[in-house]
């Protein structure tokens, strides 16, 4: 498989920064999504990466690693409202029109 | 501007028994997907529809799920008859075009439960 791997849950306070990594495999890599899910709802769009360094969108920014198969997606001044599930998905030269996912990582956030 | 919807938001069947789901992607977005993400696993790709056309229907179980896109507009995928391993939450998304940033837009998902 494509082996799309992150953290299944992890818990930060509210204003602390948090980084959620997501590795992959690198073969055929054509550019990574990172999506925030709330509890029943869509998952809406957040970043995409497909060179690497750094996206920066106002409280959140994703980095990518292509030699590595990695990237992180930040989010600073954290807030209740951003307790959430954030998936990270990646799409590859060969199967273009799809996206491979991870499992999710569920973000509680403390007061 | 709408986004993706789907319906119902939650069917609770019977093995055996049939569901029909249903999308309606964004206005204009000839690529329409649906996944499927059954309890503490992955978001599964199922299959991709250029407008009416199947284009990659290699993530579909089996021969019980049959999706359309009859018109190229709205999308329905059946199942038929259902299995309790079909259970599981059923995603919808749309995109304008495959290149670049284009990213896909998600429906909120049906929940499909089978008894």
């Known amino acids: 498989g494509q082996n799309i791997d992150q953290p299944t849950e992890m818990t930060a306070t509210e204003g602390a920064i948090v980084q959620i990594n997501c590795t992959y495999q690198?073969?055929?890599?054509?550019?990574l999504f990172w999506y925030q899910q709330h509890a029943g709802e869509a998952p809406t769009f957040l970043s995409y990466?497909?060179?690497?360094g750094l996206e920066e969108k106002g409280r959140f920014s994703s980095f990518l690693s292509r030699s590595k198969g990695y990237s992180y997606l930040l989010l600073k001044e954290l807030q209740m409202k951003d307790s959430a599930s954030y998936l990270c998905a990646v799409r590859y030269l060969y199967n273009f029109n799809k996206f491979y996912f991870g499992s999710g990582t569920k973000l509680n956030v403390k007061p | 501007e709408a986004g993706v919807t789907q319906f119902p938001s939650h069917s609770v069947i019977e093995k055996g028994q049939t569901v029909t789901l249903r999308c309606d992607p964004i206005s204009g977005h000839d690529n329409l997907y649906w996944y499927r993400r059954v309890m503490g696993k992955e978001i599964k790709f199922l299959l991709h529809?250029?407008?009416?056309?199947?284009?990659?229907e290699s993530g579909m179980p089996n021969n019980r799920f049959l999706a359309e896109r009859t018109g190229g507009t709205y999308s329905t995928l059946k199942v038929q008859p259902a299995e309790l391993e079909d259970s599981g939450v059923y995603f919808c998304?749309?995109?304008?075009?495959?290149?670049?940033?284009?990213?896909?837009?998600f429906g909120p998902g049906t929940r499909l439960t089978v008894t």
């Open positions: 529809f250029v407008k009416e056309s199947k284009q990659d």
């Open positions: 690198t073969s055929g890599f054509n550019g």
């Open positions: 990466n497909v060179l690497d």
């Open positions: 998304a749309s995109s304008q075009d495959l290149q670049g940033a284009d990213e896909q837009y």
